[in-house]
Structure formats: structure tokens, C-alpha cells
């Protein structure tokens, strides 16, 4: 139930009443895409200056682009496209967000009301499709019934556990004039998502972390979603309990602290893992004990009391059992929890951490011929945390997860949940507008980047100032990794071909460099971050190297393939000599 | 997946009764049945009405599950943006009730062995023609079970039964 303003005004179309909605929730940036069915909307934005539309070539680059905008920023994210293909090339975008719990608000065109349901041109029941991929969705039937919707929306994309909500616009609806009344504020009675925690179940937690010896802290994207990273480090400083990331929480906990263990997980660091396994305590903030997190569940810290703090109670022992679980925001239960804890004596856990860090650092053997981990490194040094790193799915994602010290918050955007190919070029247009004050710079594969490469236009186009990486490795490589190990080294339909990206960059405008050998590396970064606007820069790297540490999926610590620690060459030819060995840690 | 939720259901599952009220808007039956499938719990009965407000519906669910799948079950149906209440009947004192309607085709010689059942369970005979005879049982899911159980050996034409409808009993006093 909403509550209306009073202030009686002119009749407007549902186009106009549906720019104005977006103004009233302060949206300055629309991703888009015209056509038939929203032709009508694209009108009443023609006049606005209130908020900046940017066509990209494909609605998937205009789903991914917002939610680039959502991660990057904090603030919702909104996509326009027309009815039928234009809906349903944005249902992969819709899925990532919901895995990811990223808030965004994609409006749909639809067919006239009349004829929905009669196969009319350009029809899809988009609100079918993405029933189970949205937090929620909406069919505006009736144009007074629109400005109330948009507000609802945008409450449900942001709040609780935030996710995408789709709003379908039917045609005649949008043509049909009211009086426009935006609505101050929204209660639903159906939905009140829990903020503050149980005072029972923060005693209960704060007994079982005076208790204990060796704890750890395992941080999700919740945390950073809720802007709970200063309260994290306060809460880790005053109780000196060593923190561990997932792939979300990158971020959420500066990578240069003592107390810091970098990421866990199949590809998490090996003493991240080590030292999970051997916790007596773990405190899962806004973390959801994903299978890439846990491996075999019941022999995940199997020594260890359980503290689960997550806004979303269906996250709650749903993959693994907990011993004290708080629903709330992970900030509000964090400030909550901050005066009821004292330090811990940890120094001999964080010695031990310590030990079996310089025991088992990151590393890798550089040499004559390029490894991503080098060149992800050199990135790291170079921007020293202050930059927005935007990685697509595969092998340079890991090691963007491994190599890159992590400093702040909304600084490091992937495709975790998905695991989309194709989201980081499109994802770093929205992001580039979220976030002026950080380099933004996206990372692709020689695969990934195939798949939204039409989305050069749209950085061309508007000038977004995007670093833009290529690590081709001349193979799908996390598919190929996997195939070695797993799969008797039988490699179908892995290695692939790429265009001359240097040409493909020049072609859409965009100045292109490339690097083959090592000592090129350093070189190529300097060009690429000293040319204004957007650039790209192709790396060619080894073919055939493998993400370490990892925990085959599904099973246990204890299977854990540490990096080799020889030196060795992933690629003929390349001489031995030539060979360094290069460490890395987090903390 | 599916496989250890059928293992598991196989294991320690029971039968509960959940009872929903939900927001009366467009979808809501979609989005319960669509939550359903997508998770792979299994959903013996949905029946959807409305309730003395007509803004509201009440939805009642019969499903199946060990404990752990039921929490989830519930915990979903309550992360649905529509969903007001949700409530576990099972551990409670419920009243349940189904409608069946049973058609069986007859002769003159059963008939009155039919309606002999028909009047122990206490059903009414709502159609009759000289082939058939049409019977509306109400009851426990148990006892429509059962009617439908005492029928069988007669040529039973077609069933259609409603599904559970479900409400907290408020009686506590001894029976
Ligand atoms: C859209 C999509 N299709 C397929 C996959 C499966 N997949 C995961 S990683 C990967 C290889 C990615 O190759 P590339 O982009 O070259 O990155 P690399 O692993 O070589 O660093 C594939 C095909 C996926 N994640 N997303
Ligand atoms: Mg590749």
C-alpha cells in the first residue's frame, strides 16, 4: 500500500508519467535499446536532459551495463528495452543479477493489452520467462497503477537482499493518459525484510566468539552490498580475527592488512583454505556457503562452530548447518555486535597464518613468454588498489580474484553466481559512468570477449573511458584446465581462433596495443592507462597454464592441488633458465 | 540434485500441510507453483481461493519432505514478494477438508450396493442416469481416499477431487 501525494496536476501519457517516475527516483542513467513496442517511452525521453540514455548494441550489454552501474555505485540500476527479442536478450543479464543479488530494474516493453496472448508480433511472456531469475516482477495493466509500480520496484530491487525486478509496459497502457501522482514513500505489508538482528542470537554469537582460540571471519558480497566494509574492519581490528573473501567479498576487507587471508574456495589461496579447515570458530558475513566456497559441505570447517549473519533467511542452513544464525543487514548486525566484543588473544592463530603464508604463497614462474598472473600483478602495483577491476568468467578471473590486492570496496565486479562469459566489456560501460575517480578496467579472455565485442561501439560512441584487457591464450581455459585434469587431457573443442584485435580496436576507433613477450608487459599497462579515453591492449600468454591452488569441485580440503611449486614451463619451447619464481600474498 | 531430494524424501519424508495467504494480484498461483518446480520440491495438492478479504487469497499446499526441505519450503515460500503468512499446519490441530466428485458408470443390479457406501461415508448422490450415478464425497483426504478406495470394484468412469483446504483448528479443549 502506497501512500499519494495530494498536489493535483495535468493529464500525462504513461510515457511521460514513466520518465517522470524515473526522475523522482533520482535515475541519471538509462541502458537501452528502441523499438516498436516502447517507441512511445524513447519519445518522452527525447526532450529530457534529467537523465542520460545510452543506447548499447545489444540489450544484454544494457542489462550487464546496469548492473555494472548497481555493483560500481551501490545505487540501482535500470535497462529499457522494447517487447519480444528485445526482452528476451536481456534474460541472461536478469539471471546474473539474481544470482548475484544485484539491484537493478529492467523495463520491459509488451505488446497492447488486447493482444497479449495472440502471438502478436513481437510478443513474449517476459514476465513467464523471468519468473524465476527476478526478486519480483510486474505486468502494469492499468496506467494508474504505473507510478505506484516504479516505486515498488525500486523498493524491492534495493532492499532486504537486493535483486532484479522487471517491470512489463504494455503499449497501450504507456499511450493512455492520468494525472501523474509519484508516491513518497512505499510499505508493502507482504514485504518487510529483517535489518536489525535478534538481541538472543547476538548474545549467543558473542559467547561463542569469546570462546574462541581460532576463528576466522568469512566475508561474501553481502557485506560489501550493505557498505559494511568499515564496520568489517573495525569489528576484525577489535576482535583480531583473520579475514578470509569469497569472490564477492573482495574488497570488503583491505588485501594489504596482517589480518588478511585473501580468497578461499576451490581457487582460494592454499593457506585461506588451511586456515578454514582448521578454525574453531567461523563467522559467514553476507556469505552463502556456495559450493565453490565449500567444496563437500560436511567436511567444510568441520572443526568449527558456526555463525551465519545473512539478510536473507532462506540463506540460512540451506547448503550447511549453522550454530547461531542472525537474519538481518550485515552492517546494522555488525554495528550491533561491535560494543559486545573485546579482543581475542589470536596471536599465536595469526602466527601460525602467517607461517603458512610464507609456506605457501601465491606464486607463479615467470619467463620469457607472458603469464596472465604477471600481468594482473603489474596492474596491482601499478593502480595499488585504486582502480575498478571488471573481470569476465574463466582462468584470468581466478587469477584477477588471486593477483590483484584488493583495497576497497566495489572495486573488483565479476560474474560470480552466473558465471557469464561476456559480462566484463559490457559490465565496465556501466561502471565507468557509476565511478569517475578510479581507472576502470575491464579483463576478458580471448572467449568472454567475444561475446558482447559489439559493445566497442557503445565506449567508442560515448567516449567511456574503459582500459580494456585482453588475456588470449588462444583457448578457452578454464574449459581446457579442466579437461586436462579431469578429463584425460582430451581437448574438444576448446582451442579457438581470434580476430586481430589491434584491428578490431582501430576498426571501432579505439587505439590498440598488444604485448607477446614478458618485457613488453610493463610497457603496454603504461600506454594503455596514459592514452585519455577508452584503449584496449591484447596480451598473448602462455597457452597452456592452470589456476592453482584447487579443490576439485566437490570434494575436500584435503584434496587441495597446491601450486607446483618446480619450476616449469606450461608451453614448449620455452627454456627453463628463462625461469623466475615470482610470489604474492594477500596480507 | 533431484535424486538426493527424492533419496531424502524416501528417507525421513512426511506429509505437511502448509497454509498461505498471499497478496490477491495477478501471477501470485505462478509464482507459488513456479517456485515449486524450480527447486524441485514435490506438491501433492494446491488449491487457491479467496478469503473474507478480497485482497487476499489463501492458498493451501500439501506437500512432502524431511525437515530440512520443509524449512526451505517455507522459507521460500516467504521470501516471495506477495506472501503475507505462511503457516505450517502439520504440528498443529487442523481441519481438513476435500471435495470429491465421482462418477461411476452402474447397472440396476449394483446400484444398491453403491448407494450402501455412498451412505456409510456419509456422501450425497448429486446425478443419476440410467448407466451412471454421480458422487460428491467430502471429507479428510483420508476419507475421500477411502470412498474412492470402497468404489474401485465398481466401474468408477471418472474422478475429479479439489485438493486440500486447510484452517488452524481454535478448539483446545479434550475431544
Ligand atoms: C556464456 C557462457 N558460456 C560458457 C561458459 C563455460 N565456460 C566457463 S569458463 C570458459 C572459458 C572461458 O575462456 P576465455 O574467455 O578465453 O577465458 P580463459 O579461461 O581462457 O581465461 C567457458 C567456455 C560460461 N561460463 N559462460
Ligand atoms: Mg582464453
Request: proline residues 4%; neutral net charge.
Amino acid at each position: 500500500m502506497t501512500q499519494q501525494t495530494t498536489t493535483p496536476q495535468r493529464q500525462m501519457t504513461g510515457a511521460e508519467i514513466f520518465v517522470r517516475s524515473l526522475i523522482e527516483e533520482n535515475v541519471e542513467i538509462v541502458f537501452g535499446y528502441p523499438g516498436g513496442a516502447v517507441i512511445g517511452i524513447y519519445d518522452a525521453l527525447h526532450d529530457i536532459s534529467d537523465i542520460k540514455h545510452i543506447l548499447t548494441r545489444h540489450e544484454q550489454g544494457a542489462v550487464h551495463a546496469a548492473e555494472g552501474y548497481a555493483k560500481a555505485s551501490g545505487r540501482p540500476g535500470v535497462a529499457l528495452v522494447t517487447s519480444g527479442p528485445g526482452a528476451t536478450n536481456t534474460v541472461t543479464g536478469i539471471a546474473d543479477a539474481y544470482m548475484d543479488s544485484i539491484p537493478i530494474v529492467v523495463f520491459t516493453g509488451q505488446v497492447a493489452l488486447k493482444l497479449i496472448g495472440n502471438d502478436a508480433f513481437q510478443e513474449a511472456d517476459i514476465v513467464g520467462i523471468t519468473r524465476p531469475i527476478t526478486k519480483h516482477s510486474y505486468l502494469v495493466r492499468d496506467v494508474n497503477e504505473l507510478a505506484t509500480t516504479i516505486k515498488e520496484a525500486f523498493y524491492v530491487a534495493t532492499t532486504g537482499r537486493p535483486g532484479p525486478v522487471l517491470v512489463d509496459l504494455p503499449k497501450d497502457v504507456m499511450a493512455t493518459k492520468t494525472i501523474f501522482n509519484y508516491p513518497k514513500s512505499v510499505k508493502l505489508r507482504s514485504y518487510q525484510p529483517h535489518v536489525e538482528g535478534n538481541q538472543k542470537q547476538l548474545d549467543k554469537a558473542v559467547a561463542l566468539i569469546s570462546k574462541a582460540k581460532r576463528p576466522v571471519l568469512y566475508v561474501g558480497g553481502g557485506a560489501i552490498l550493505s557498505n559494511a566494509a568499515g564496520e568489517l574492519k573495525k569489528f576484525a581490528h577489535k576482535t583480531k580475527i583473520p579475514v578470509t573473501t569469497t569472490l564477492h567479498g573482495l574488497g570488503a576487507f583491505p588485501e594489504t592488512d596482517e589480518l588478511s587471508l585473501g580468497m578461499l574456495g576451490m581457487h582460494g589461496t592454499w593457506y585461506s583454505n588451511t586456515a578454514v579447515n582448521y578454525c574453531d570458530l567461523l563467522i559467514a558475513v553476507g556469505a552463502r556457503f556456495d559450493d565453490r566456497v565449500t567444496g563437500k559441505t560436511d567436511a567444510f570447517a568441520p572443526e568449527a562452530k558456526k555463525i551465519h549473519i545473512d539478510v536473507d533467511p532462506s540463506n540460512i542452513s540451506k547448503n550447511v548447518k549453522v550454530d547461531v544464525p542472525i537474519v538481518g543487514d550485515v552492517k546494522k548486525v555488525l554495528q550491533q555486535l561491535l560494543p559486545l566484543v573485546s579482543a581475542l588473544d589470536t596471536k599465536d592463530w595469526i602466527q601460525t597464518i602467517k607461517n603458512w603464508k610464507e609456506e605457501h604463497p601465491l606464486r607463479y614462474n615467470n619467463g620469457k613468454y607472458i603469464r596472465m598472473q604477471h600481468v594482473i600483478q603489474k596492474i596491482s602495483e601499478m593502480t595499488k588498489g585504486k582502480a575498478v577491476m571488471i573481470s569476465d568468467v574463466g582462468q584470468h578471473q581466478m587469477w584477477m580474484a588471486q593477483f590483484y590486492q584488493y583495497i576497497y570496496p566495489r572495486t573488483h565486479l565479476t560474474s560470480g553466481g552466473l558465471g557469464t562469459m561476456g559480462f566484463s566489456l559490457p559490465a565496465s560501460v556501466g561502471a565507468a559512468f557509476a565511478r569517475k575517480d578510479f581507472p576502470i578496467v575491464s579483463i576478458s579472455g580471448d572467449g568472454g570477449i567475444q561475446m558482447n565485442i559489439q559493445e566497442l561501439a557503445t565506449i567508442r560512441e560515448y567516449n567511456v573511458p574503459v582500459k580494456i584487457i585482453i588475456l588470449n591464450n588462444g583457448y578457452l581455459g578454464m574449459v581446457r584446465q579442466w579437461q586436462e585434469l579431469f578429463w584425460r587431457k582430451r581437448y574438444s573443442h576448446v582451442e579457438m581462433l581470434s580476430p586481430d584485435y589491434v584491428k578490431v580496436a582501430e576498426a571501432y576507433g579505439i587505439p590498440g596495443f598488444r604485448a607477446t613477450v614478458t618485457n613488453e608487459v610493463e610497457d603496454v599497462i603504461k600506454q594503455l592507462f596514459a592514452t585519455d579515453g577508452p584503449a584496449l591492449a591484447e596480451f598473448k600468454v602462455v597457452k597452456e597454464d592452470n589456476v592453482y591452488p584447487m579443490i576439485p569441485a566437490g570434494q575436500t580440503y584435503h584434496e587441495i592441488i597446491d601450486i607446483p611449486n618446480e619450476k616449469s614451463a606450461p608451453i614448449e619451447g620455452e627454456e627453463q633458465t628463462d625461469l623466475e619464481m615470482v610470489t604474492f600474498s594477500k596480507g | 540434485m533431484s535424486e538426493t531430494i527424492e533419496q531424502s524424501i524416501a528417507q525421513t519424508a512426511r506429509k505437511h500441510t502448509i497454509s498461505l495467504l498471499l497478496e490477491n494480484k495477478f501471477g501470485a498461483l505462478n509464482r507459488v507453483a513456479g517456485m515449486f518446480s524450480a527447486k524441485g520440491y514435490n506438491l501433492e495438492s494446491i488449491t487457491v481461493g479467496p478469503t473474507e478479504d478480497a485482497s487476499v487469497s489463501r492458498m493451501t499446499i500439501v506437500t512432502k519432505g524431511d525437515d530440512a526441505i520443509i524449512e526451505q519450503i517455507i522459507k521460500q515460500l516467504n521470501k516471495l514478494i506477495d506472501t503475507l503468512k505462511v503457516v505450517d499446519l502439520t504440528y498443529d490441530s487442523f481441519m481438513e477438508r476435500e471435495l470429491a466428485l465421482i462418477k461411476i458408470g452402474t447397472t440396476p443390479e449394483n446400484r444398491p450396493e453403491i448407494m450402501q457406501v455412498v451412505e456409510i461415508f456419509q456422501a450425497k448422490i448429486i446425478d443419476i442416469s440410467h448407466k451412471t450415478l454421480t458422487v460428491e464425497a467430502t471429507g479428510s483426504g483420508q476419507k475421500v481416499d477411502a470412498i474412492i478406495k470402497m468404489l474401485k470394484p465398481f466401474h468408477i468412469k471418472e474422478i475429479a477431487r479439489t485438493g486440500r483446504v486447510a484452517l488452524k483448528r481454535e478448539f483446545v479443549g479434550e475431544v
